[in-house]
């Protein structure tokens, strides 16, 4: 052979003798492949000395050793000596339908949170509702035909129905349009009043002539003032560009939205709440709950840049009639701009849900409030909202860690109710796709670092990867397998070394879980619920239990034994799974027969079952997403 390789000159040749002739002698020294009764290679990460320490602690029992779920009991209070969390997702305006984009960047993300908060038995409270005062509600009234009350009652349930068929678990779910709202909002008027943050002053407004009303600052659009941006759709408000806030009147060729027409820019007397007199507090405050509190990097990054170039008296009142009436003389008038008014609604949704609101929104030194929204209501959460609470002086809870999603776009575009482009809250629903397969996509798809896009083709790969090949092919094989040849009565179970490094591997993995979730980092956390299952697959691909069944009866006993622990990691898996999929997680505790009271989650895998218990019946969880399905709901709506 050497002879033969030194006498070819070609090198490519070469090469490839040279490759046949290594491949020939491992061959020869491997020898035969392992007997199927072997053990499983161990994973790629052998485990140390401290993680298969934990594995001996929590598995050497055959009790099932895990932490028992906590009853949840309404009205949810704070409690002494526990971890309370209020959490909100910003409340969706209701004079729409939301769309995917609406959906993941506030209700679902804290509905993920919210869900896993529970699994940990912390103490929390999740609160939502509709925004349903402004100029928005008014002039939808008026392209509908009816009042503003109206409008509110139609698209609040709407609304409602929408997150209920998403399985959004909120607390409560409530809306601006109440009486608690009015109170809480004029007492926070008035201590800002009588703590001297309060200041009146004439105003430039846009009026349309051709409507004959003055113009919310999100119905007039035009070219963004700031040189550097010049986008030409920025809002009388906000540049979403940019990210900067700009006054209506600053727009360089300013248009109605609702006709097209130039307004004209009239005066008017209003208050503002002097923000550059609260910023020394709102720094200070801020500071210290970035560098404590788990913020996304945008908001960061939003809220730095406000506190940067200086803050600066910002209008809280409007001339219209839809609002929460502004109580001073002189200016009963006019209505409370919706972005002093709206976050106040967190605390009066609160209020309706419990006589004793002020023991959530009035104690930061036992509560956590933690905020969820898209990036462009940063600005409003953390300086506008908060300044009134710290010039109010009454003790509020201020948020404390606030996740902001960048934006999610839709294949090619943006997500357009008008244009027919993108899938409605509603249209989900009409599509014979299951609630929580968009969940598991759209949580997968999370724009948590930078802008994402939903895409059909790439949804058609994920499900018939992730959720049938990986998650349902485990879940379904280990119960099938335990139905067919041990009648569903799980075997005695017998670890053997390889069977705790797999431990070690999946405890990593349930860690990491935890970190993830804690850290508010959603789409990561899915990550690795998926490469738990991955393991289970590997798991059972390497002990090969059909083989062994054909053996000896410790081999059989081997069997049992392997499909026991797999049993276990279906069991695992479903916990995991509930924040993401709720319903696809209460199909496999059912099909597994696992008590309800030990779907907890620890920063471990933990035995559930014990010996000789009796699964239900496996069924598949998932099916295949057709590519012609796909096309088809594409061309539905409004994909290129």
């Known amino acids: ?48 000395a401290e993680e298969l320490a934990v594995v001996e602690a929590t598995w050497s029992s055959t009790d099932v050793d895990v932490t028992k779920l906590e009853e949840r009991q309404h009205p949810v209070m704070p409690k002494e000596g526990s971890r309370n969390l209020l959490i909100t997702s910003a409340l969706p305006y209701v004079n729409n339908v939301p769309h995917l984009g609406n959906i993941i960047g506030c209700v679902l993300s804290a509905d993920c949170f919210s869900r ?7 103490n929390c409270l999740y609160i939502c509702g509709t925004d349903e005062y402004g100029t928005a509600t008014e002039t939808k009234a008026i392209s509908e035909g009816m009042t ?20 959004i678990d909120f607390d409560y779910f409530g809306r ?15 201590r800002l009043k009588e703590n001297n943050y309060l200041k009146e002053d004439s105003v430039e407004q846009l009026k349309c002539e051709k409507c004959d009303r003055f113009l919310a600052d999100r119905f007039v659009e035009g070219t963004c003032p700031y040189p550097a941006c010049g986008y030409d759709d920025a809002r009388g408000d906000q540049c979403d560009k940019c990210q900067k806030l ?42 210290k709950s970035a560098e404590s509190g788990c913020w996304s990097s945008n908001a960061k990054v939003i809220t730095s840049t406000w506190l940067r170039d200086g803050l600066k008296p910002r209008c809280i009142t409007r001339d219209l009639k839809w609002g929460t009436p502004v109580p001073q003389e002189g200016f009963t008038d006019k209505v409370f701009y919706v972005w002093f008014d709206a976050p106040i609604g967190y605390l009066s949704i609160t209020a309706n849900y419990t006589s004793e609101w002020e023991k959530w929104w009035k104690n930061p030194q036992q509560v956590q409030l933690y905020n969820f929204m898209a990036k462009d209501n940063v600005p409003f959460h953390s300086v506008i909202f908060p300044s009134c609470l710290l010039g ?20 090619d575009g943006k997500f357009s109710k008008s244009r027919g482009v993108g899938v409605f809250g509603d249209q989900a629903k009409q599509t014979s796709i299951p609630a929580d397969v968009w969940r598991f996509y759209l949580l997968y798809l999370r724009p948590e670092g930078q802008d994402s896009a939903f895409n059909w083709d790439d949804m058609v790969t994920k499900v018939n990867g992730e959720l049938l090949n990986n998650l349902g092919n485990f879940i379904n094989r280990a119960l099938s ?10 075997s005695e179970l017998q670890l053997n070394d390889a069977d705790k490094q797999f431990i070690a591997a999946v405890n990593r993995e349930v860690q990491e879980y935890v970190r993830s979730m804690e850290g508010i980092k959603l789409r990561q956390g ?33 069997a049992g034994s392997v499909i026991n622990l797999t049993a276990q990691l279906v069991c695992q898996l479903a916990v995991l799974l509930i924040p993401y999929m709720p319903e696809v997680a209460k199909e496999i505790r059912e099909q597994a027969q696992c008590p309800e009271s030990v779907m907890t989650c620890d920063t471990s895998f933990r035995r559930r079952l014990a010996n000789g218990h009796a699964i239900g019946q496996p069924t598949p969880l998932f099916k295949k997403l057709e590519v012609e399905d796909a096309q088809k709901y594409r061309e539905q709506y409004g994909s290129k």
């Open 481 to 490: 397998f335990c139905a067919k040849f041990f009648g569903g009565t799980l």
């Open 392 to 411: 109010a002086r009454d003790n509020y809870t201020l948020v404390n860690h606030l996740s902001a999603t960048e934006y999610l776009n839709y294949e």
């Open 116 to 122: 896993y908060c529970r699994l940990r038995n912390y």
């Open 246 to 287: 700009i006054n209506a009147t600053e727009l360089i060729k300013p248009r109605c939205k609702m006709c097209g027409n130039t307004p004209s820019i009239r005066s008017s007397r209003h208050i503002f709440v002097d923000l550059s007199g609260l910023e020394g507090q709102l720094s200070e405050w801020y500071d």
């Open 526 to 558: 899915l990550r690795h619920v998926l490469a738990v299952s991955q393991l289970g697959n590997g798991y059972m691909q390497a002990n090969k239990p059909w083989a062994l069944l054909k053996g000896s009866d410790e081999d059989k006993a081997r």
């Open 148 to 167: 503003p009350q109206q409008i509110c009652d139609k698209y609040h349930a709407i609304h409602k129905s929408v997150y209920e068929w998403f399985n």
């Open 1 to 48: 052979c050497f002879w033969l390789l030194y006498t070819l000159e070609d090198f490519f040749i070469l090469s490839y003798f040279l490759h046949f002739f290594c491949f020939c002698f491992v061959f020869c020294l491997a020898g035969a492949p392992a007997a199927a009764a072997s053990p499983q290679p161990p994973p790629s990460q052998d485990a140390t």
């Open 176 to 190: 601006t349009t109440t009486e608690q709202q009015t109170t809480i909002a004029q007492d926070i008027f008035w």
